[in-house]
């Protein structure tokens, strides 16, 4: 997971600088780059966090 994260900071760090630069389209392709990694972040959080409150959470999360 800490490499997952760490390349997803990497990923959101080339959005910025491409931003910075102007460059628009890799701003673009960057930031979707991104927003995958996040997807793959967030579903194993969710289903551990829901797992650690099952009195919260009344669905699976699987």
Do not use: N
């Amino acid at each position: 997971m800490a490499d997952l994260v760490k390349h997803h900071v990497i990923t959101l760090k080339s959005v910025v600088d491409a931003q910075a630069a102007k460059d628009q389209a890799g701003a673009y392709t960057a930031m979707r780059a991104a927003a995958g990694h996040m997807q793959m972040i967030a579903d194993p959080l969710a289903v551990a966090i829901a797992e650690q409150f099952p009195d919260r959470f009344t669905a699976s999360a699987k």
